[in-house]
């Protein structure tokens, strides 16, 4: 298909974009952190169990959890700052965790009221931190990010910083 002037017309306009929210460091560090955390909780419910609980919790943030944080990358250029915060805590948890507890239902997870009230205060500071960082152009996806090696060497540093930024 051609334009108006004869030149070709791009198939998906560099406008998809606006509308792909997806960060892919966030999905996998999402599954990782969030799976050892429902192994923990489930540890004692026997091995299987809390295999079981890990899978389905990693598999649960590999795909929410690109999303979850592309929201929140997104979220950060909201102008005034204090509204993307609000949107990013009022969107981020309720839609997470409502899914989250589905799936674990549906997947048997014995511990899992315990491992919902971790995972939900994990997600508050979370979310805090992931606003935090990628205000200061850390733990971003697509063009102009760093790569995740040099986002956890920064980790350590952004760490202090928010817990200074806290007091």
């Known amino acids: 298909m051609s ?18 929210i997806w960060n892919w460091k966030g999905a996998v560090l ?19 169990a809390a295999l079981a609980a890990m899978g389905t919790q990693a598999g649960f943030r590999l795909t929410i959890g690109g999303v979850t944080a592309g929201l929140i990358e997104r979220l950060c250029g909201v102008q005034p700052p204090w509204l993307g915060a609000t949107l990013a805590f009022a969107i981020v948890p309720a839609f997470v965790h409502g ?23 994990v997600t508050v500071v979370s979310t805090a931190f992931q606003l935090f ?7 971003i996806a697509g063009d102009g990010a760093k790569s995740l090696a040099a986002d956890m060497i920064a980790l350590p ?11």
């Not at 334009?3 to 792909?20: D, M, V």
């Not at 952190?33 to 909780?41: D, S």
């Not at 540093?157 to 007091?167: M, T, Y």
């Open 3 to 20: 334009s108006p002037t004869g030149s070709p017309a791009p198939a998906r306009g560099p406008r998809w974009r606006n509308w792909l």
């Open 30 to 48: 999402g599954a990782v952190f969030r799976g050892l955390i429902f192994l923990a909780v489930n540890f004692n419910a026997g091995r299987a």
């Open 99 to 121: 899914m989250e507890f589905v799936v674990h239902r549906q997947a048997g997870t014995p511990r899992m009221a315990l491992g919902e009230t971790v995972s939900v205060s």
């Open 133 to 139: 960082a990628m205000r200061r152009g850390a733990f």
């Open 157 to 167: 540093r952004l760490i202090v910083e928010f817990v200074r930024s806290i007091f």
